[in-house]
């Protein structure tokens, strides 16, 4: 092959691709400037509200938290406690055990004083049967139920069908919901008829001290793939989701932690078993209908109610997880495809799914090629190096700009890192995760296109390590 051969069909390939990043970064930079103004009006909103007022009043809607659980015996218990400490009136807890194989129901059993209850409920979307309902002796507010195993979506329609709240929150068993993010959560559906369904800020309790399902101590991981995970998050949420608030809503809420109108799920069928991301399937039902009902309605993101996710720390686990959200994610796109580019859906069509398809999507794909040729164009000397340095800082070094960007924003805002060497050390991890962290990743993604094209559904194997145990003087803290 060439020199002449290979440059004749390398250097269009590579500009092409230049441009495409030079076209994402710009957005990107367009989403960053959103969140930040997003987070200006949000402060100024609510300074000086009182969310005390919210615990006495009779009047807030009612919530119904839905936390599925399959083999999380060793967060159940921390999660729970976190969740029956919510600072919240009219709270009411559903633990769905989907089918668990390890000692989660024993570990509910056990910490929770559970007995039996009959089983009578109005059964209004279809699920694996439920084998017993429980009520705690010890916490009147938690029911959990134990049914046969039909993954998450299930496990979230018979909480649905369990539900009693005008709001219902779905989160992940090894979540933790901070006491007040409830009263922060529920702010638009006050404010705003139009609004369907909030979604929060996710962070990585790995590193963190956790004393009762409280995050006591705010640390970041020390260990390189959950540190690099922090960086990632805190730019996933703090500019990805909450810059969508200001140019055409969210098309995700993530499934950790996630607050909706009851009868706005149930009119679209509840969640859809036939996809591993029914978070973002059931919020592109929900916005779908809105537009096809001439009723179209908001999906907010706030910023600063917080839920704390265990992350994985091995590149098996890891890998596997995103190999997943990445299958989900081209099977909501395909389901959902007719709303490409179709102007009956305004904003939604027009321009939020076309950013998931032609970046979100395809983003891994492009990358990789442009990985690729670029290497064959230096072998071949059919680019320069000028160039080859052009592409991967265009490709990269933009792209770390906005995640410093984020990372300082967070703390100018919310001061989250207590240390100095918390700082220092989020600033490293957000320097070297373009380095190795993100090939992985564009490898696993590229895994999960693959799998999505082999029509593979399944969830795979998650080891958890469970909660961070607190230091002494965390310990000491909460005895006194």
């Not at 989403?31 to 919210?54: C, D, F, N, Y």
């Not at 992350?311 to 890998?319: D, T």
């Amino acid at each position: 092959m060439s020199s002449a051969f290979v440059e004749s069909w390398l250097v269009p390939l590579n500009w092409g691709i230049l441009i495409y990043f030079l076209l994402i970064n710009s957005f990107y930079a367009l989403l960053l400037v959103s969140a930040a103004w997003e987070i200006r009006r949000h402060v100024l909103t609510i300074k000086g509200e009182s969310r005390w007022k919210l615990l006495s009043s009779r009047v807030v809607p009612s919530i119904t938290v839905l936390a599925p659980a399959n083999n999380e015996a060793s967060t159940i218990a921390e999660s729970v406690r976190a969740l029956l400490g919510l600072y919240y009136p009219n709270l009411e807890v559903v633990v769905i055990n989907d089918g668990s194989s390890d000692q989660t129901m024993e570990v509910l059993q056990r910490e929770f004083d559970l007995i039996p209850i009959h089983s009578i409920f109005n059964r209004r979307l279809e699920t694996r049967p439920i084998r017993q309902l429980y009520r705690s002796q010890s916490h009147p507010s938690l029911l959990v139920a134990d049914k046969e195993k039909g993954g998450k979506a299930d496990a979230l329609n018979a909480g649905l069908n369990l539900a009693t709240g005008d709001l219902v929150c779905a989160i992940d068993a090894d979540t933790m919901i901070e006491p007040d993010a409830l009263q922060r959560m529920v702010r638009p559906f006050l404010t705003g008829f139009d609004v369907v369904a909030a979604g929060g800020t996710i962070r990585v309790v790995n590193g963190s001290s956790v004393v009762r399902g409280r995050v006591v101590k705010c640390r970041v991981a020390p260990r390189p793939l959950a540190g690099m995970q922090h960086v990632e998050y805190l730019r996933a949420f703090l500019f990805g989701r909450l810059g969508w608030n200001s140019l055409g809503g969210n098309m995700i809420i993530s499934g950790a932690f996630g607050l909706f109108k009851r009868q706005a799920v149930m009119a679209v069928g509840g969640y859809t078993r036939a996809t591993v991301a029914e978070d973002m399937e059931i919020v592109v039902k929900i916005r779908r209908l809105g537009y096809e009902q001439n009723n179209v309605q908001r999906i907010e993101f706030i910023p600063d109610p917080v839920a704390w996710t265990e992350v994985p720390e091995s590149l098996l686990n890891l890998g596997r997880q995103r190999d997943r959200w990445h299958r989900g994610l081209a099977n909501v796109l395909w389901r959902h495809r007719g709303l490409l580019l179709n102007r009956r859906y305004g904003v939604l069509g027009l321009v939020v799914y076309p950013y998931f398809v032609f970046v979100e999507l395809l983003a891994p794909l492009v990358e990789a090629i442009g990985l690729v040729s670029v290497g064959i164009g230096l072998l071949f000397d059919a680019v320069d190096m000028s160039f080859a340095i052009l592409f991967f800082c265009v490709a990269y070094g933009f792209g770390l700009v906005m995640t410093i960007a984020t990372v300082v924003l967070d703390e100018v805002i919310y001061h989250r890192s207590e240390t100095l060497r918390d700082r220092v050390m989020l600033l490293g991890w957000a320097l070297l995760e373009p380095i190795g962290y993100r090939q992985c990743t564009v490898y696993w993604r590229l895994r999960g296109l693959l799998k999505f094209f082999q029509g593979r559904t399944d969830w795979g194997v998650m080891d958890r390590r469970g909660f961070t145990r607190p230091p002494a003087e965390a310990r000491s803290h909460s005895r006194t």
